[in-house]
Each structure stands twice: as C-alpha cells, then as structure tokens.
C-alpha cells in the first residue's frame, strides 16, 4: 500500500526544504524528496555556499597579497588550495546535513530518490532500494534549474566546466575563458582571476550584467577592468576545439563578422540556466510549461492542474536562493489554508565580487521606460569615513525615490560589504518606506551603513557629509 502524506514536495533545494519545513510547522504532514544524495539543492551543494567559501577565501588571499602591506602587515605569503578546496567542501558537509535535521525536527520525512509524478495525487519515487510509492492531497514541484547549454560546445567539467566544475578546479587554470559576464561567470571569473588565472570574459550584449542599473555595470566593468579582468563584449564563441592540453576558441563578433581564435587552458560556460524537469512526467499529466520551459503557475503558485503546485527556479522570475524560500513559505501557507505573499519588487540581489553590487527594486531605466517620474540621490563610498579606514573607497549608493510621493523606488550599490547593507534597502521597499525615513533614521558611525543614509539625504539635496 502507497504511503499517505498531505504534501509531497519534489525538490531539496532552497524552495523544496523551506516548503517541507514550513508545512510541517502549519502541521501537514509532508515528505521531501531529492535525487541528490544530500538536501540542499543547487544552492548548497553546487551554488551559493560552496562559491562564497570560495570567494572569501580568494579574497582574504588577495587582500592578504595585496592591501595589508597598506596597514603595514607584512610577511611572505602561501597559497595551499587543497586546504581551500576542503574548507569550501566541509562548509558543504557540515550544512547539507543540517538541512537533513531541520526536515526531521519539523516531521517530515526526507527521501532520497528520483520523483516522478504518475498522476495528481501520486508520486513514485526510484529510490536506490526500489520504488515507493506516495499518495498524496498535494505535490509541490521545486526541482529547481541547471545549466544553459552552449550550442556546439560539450561541458565534461574538467577542462569545459559549467560553475559545477568551476567550482573544483585543481590548480588554477593559466588561461581562463569565461562565456558570460553575468552573475556567475564575474564571481567564478574573480575566484580564479585572485588565484592566478588570466581571465578573459566573453559577453554577447554590449554591457556586463544586464538588469543591474547601467551606471552600476560601468564602474563594475571599470573596477573588474582595474583588478585586471579583460572583457570582449558583443561577441559570442561560436566553437571550441581541444588542442592537446589546450583550447582553441572561435570568437565572432555578435552581429556576425570576422572570425578571431583564442587559446585558453579552461572554459566557463556561464550564459544563464534554465528550468529543471526531466523525468518528472509533466506533460503525461497536462502541465503547462512556458516558452523557456518553465512551470507554469497562477499568482498562488498553482498549476492548471490542481493539487499542483511549482515554486523557485522551476517557474518564472529571478532564479535566487532567497526568491525561491519566499515562494516555499508563501506556497506552504496557501496550501494549508493561510494567507501567503511575496512581494518580488522586494527581494535583493546581490554579486559576490570586490566590490560587491547589491539592488533591491527598480533601475532608473525600469521607471523610464514605465514613465514614472523619479528622483536620485547618491553618495559616494570616497566619502564614508569608516570605508576610508578600510581602504575601500570603491563604489557609490544611489536611491531612487518617486518625485512626488518620496516613496523609495530602487536601491543600488556597488562597494564594500553591499551585499550585507541591502537587507535595509528590502526593509524599506517593503515598508513603502520614503527617502526621507531613510535620512531620518539613526545609522552608527562610523560604518559603511551612513552612506545609505547619506544618499537618502541626498534624495532631498541635503547630504551631510560632501
Ligand atoms: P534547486 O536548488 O536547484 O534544487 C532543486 C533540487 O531538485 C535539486 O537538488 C535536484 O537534485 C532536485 N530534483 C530535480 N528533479 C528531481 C526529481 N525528479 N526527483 C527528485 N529530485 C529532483 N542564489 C542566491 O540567491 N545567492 C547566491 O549567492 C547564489 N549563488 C549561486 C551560485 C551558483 C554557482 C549557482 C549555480 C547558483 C547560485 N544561486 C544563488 C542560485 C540558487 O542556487 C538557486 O536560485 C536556488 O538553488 C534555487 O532553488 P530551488 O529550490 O528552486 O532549486
Ligand atoms: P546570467 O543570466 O546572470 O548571465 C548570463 C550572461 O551570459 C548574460 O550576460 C548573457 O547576456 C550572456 N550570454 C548569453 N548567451 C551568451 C552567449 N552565447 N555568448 C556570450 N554571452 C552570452 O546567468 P548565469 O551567470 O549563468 O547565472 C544563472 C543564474 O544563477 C542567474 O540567474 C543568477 O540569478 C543565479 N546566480 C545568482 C548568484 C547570486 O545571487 N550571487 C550567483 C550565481 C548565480
């Protein structure tokens, strides 16, 4: 006999394990399942954690090599990247497993194995023991995303990676090509660039990190440029050849045009992911998938199946950790008969370089193209005292806040620790906060958190310190 349960989650990333979780505190009893081996999902086994272990590690190694003789630290140096390599994998271990005891402790049960859905309401699941069967009053698709291919180019994650691969390289590649100056391809590209790659960036747009506020992208590009990054935008790779323990990459312009070869050790394909649904049976069950693949859902998280939900990566929107635990919590709530929301205009987005860029609501050219009038207030990292001490003067904070009713529109910031300023920024578009509640609000000094405040400031052209 199939084993009952109220929900069936498929998926142990981001959005499937915080569903599960929250499902099993409204008191639903709920199952997880992930063909991984271990929960977590792309996020904290292939994504966010391990690339952040590594981003800290390289930059504390050049910052080690580079600024502290700046504060008069000096001493030789090392690099043992196996030692670096294990902290990022331990990292892994140690949080995958808590993810396992976080599902136990709310009551539901995690089950490793591949999910298909037979029919609304049953689930089978190829598990390495044999097949269960699950009957179920609801099933939550959260299988997540992977990798974009790369027409005529095959990745074997050794020499051809995608970010899995990129992720483990064993020694530095010399030459590093990286296809994509989007998110992971700058953060993958800085961890080997500080650890002695020459990296190359091809881009197929004419600017790095489209979506990100334009103005923000050229001191990023300018910054990255600096740090000794190189770029070839509006170009395209159009084939790879492997010449003995090298690679021989065709590059044309994106328009079409003259043909030009590059040599690299190593290649990053990064130009985007897609959603996830292989084996999971959608189309025998009538699903309805967008034109890129995607789940297609109502503003509840519901397919047109019902009984059947989707959440994170696998259906549209920003394909981030964070959006699809908001949607996990929301889509929890909704099936157990509650009240649940996200409000997307809301959610961060953060680049883990040096200096890191962090946005939160609209750009400038968002409300142009919408015809919202709008004003700006920015302040520069130059003028922080705290970022001087720091030696990191680099970036700006700008606020966008609508010109009549001073409700904050946008937040966008490229410096120092960004990443971990923007958490305000969401707080007040979620608040329907206005500039001036910003520029009224006592912030600590010294610390890099006044130069929001000093933007805000700036809003109503009353900057204190510059
Ligand atoms: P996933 O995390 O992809 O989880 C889906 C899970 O479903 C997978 O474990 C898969 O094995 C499982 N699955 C699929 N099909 C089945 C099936 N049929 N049966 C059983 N299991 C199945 N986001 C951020 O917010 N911040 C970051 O810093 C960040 N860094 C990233 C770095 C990299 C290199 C990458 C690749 C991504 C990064 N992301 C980051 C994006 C983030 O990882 C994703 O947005 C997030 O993991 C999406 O969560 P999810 O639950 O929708 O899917
Ligand atoms: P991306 O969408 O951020 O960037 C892909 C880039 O590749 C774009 O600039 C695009 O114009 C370019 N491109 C597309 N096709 C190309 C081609 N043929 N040749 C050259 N360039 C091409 O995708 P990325 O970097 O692969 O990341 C995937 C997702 O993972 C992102 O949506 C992101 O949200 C998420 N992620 C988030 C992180 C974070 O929050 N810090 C870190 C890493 C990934």
Request: with cysteine.
């Amino acid at each position: 006999m199939a084993d009952q349960f109220d929900v069936v989650v498929i998926g142990g990333g981001p959005g499937g394990y915080n569903c599960a979780i929250r499902l099993g505190q409204l008191g639903l009893k709920a199952a997880c399942v992930d063909a991984r081996g271990t929960f977590g999902g792309t996020c904290l086994n292939v994504g966010c954690i391990p690339s952040k272990a590594l981003l800290h590690a390289s930059d504390l190694y050049q910052m080690a090599r580079l600024d502290f003789p700046r504060f008069g630290i000096t001493g030789t140096l090392g690099l043992d990247l196996n030692a670096m390599m294990a902290h990022k994998n331990k990292v892994v271990g140690e949080l995958t497993k808590g993810v396992e005891y976080l599902l136990k402790k709310n009551k539901c049960e995690a089950i490793v194995g591949e999910a298909k859905i037979a029919a609304p309401g049953r689930v089978t699941v190829t598990t390495k023991d044999g097949t269960r069967e699950l009957e179920t009053k609801n099933i939550v698709i959260a299988t997540g995303s992977d990798v974009t291919p790369l027409a005529g180019v095959t990745i074997d994650e050794k020499q051809i990676v995608s970010s899995a691969g990129a992720l483990s390289f064993e020694s530095a590649p010399p030459r590093l090509l990286v296809v994509g100056a989007g998110v992971i391809g700058l953060e993958l590209g800085s961890v080997w660039r500080r650890l002695g790659s020459d990296v190359t960036v091809v881009e197929f747009l004419d600017r790095i990190v489209p979506g990100v506020d334009s103005e923000v992208a050229k001191q990023f590009q300018r910054l990255l440029e600096k740090q000794g990054m190189k770029f070839k935008l509006a170009a395209k790779v159009v084939g790879v050849e492997k010449n003995g323990a090298a690679l021989s990459v065709a590059i044309e312009p994106a328009a079409g045009g003259l043909r030009e070869m590059f040599e690299a050790d190593a290649m990053l394909v990064a130009i985007g992911r897609r959603a996830f649904t292989d084996g999971l049976g959608l189309d025998a069950i009538g699903i309805k998938r967008d034109s890129r693949g995607r789940v297609m859902t109502d503003a509840h998280f519901e397919t047109n199946v019902d009984g059947i939900w989707a959440i994170g990566d696998v259906r549209e929107g920003a394909m981030l950790a964070h959006k699809a635990e908001d949607e996990a919590v929301a889509c929890a709530e909704l099936i157990a008969g509650h009240a649940g929301h996200v409000n997307y205009d809301a959610i961060p987005s953060v680049i883990y370089t040096y200096p890191e860029v962090a946005t939160v609501g609209k750009t400038e050219e968002e409300l142009k193209s919408a015809g919202v009038a709008y004003k700006v207030g920015k302040f520069p990292f130059t003028a922080n005292a705290r970022a001087k001490s720091n030696l990191t003067t680099e970036g700006f904070v700008k606020i966008i806040a609508d010109a009549k009713t001073d409700r904050v529109l946008g937040v966008h910031m490229i410096g120092p620790d960004v990443g971990n300023m923007i958490g305000e920024a969401s707080l007040a578009i979620e608040f329907s906060a206005s500039s001036e509640d910003i520029a009224r609000t006592s912030h600590p000094h010294p610390t890099l958190t006044e130069a929001i405040r000093q933007a805000a400031m700036a809003v109503g052209g009353w900057t204190m310190q510059m």
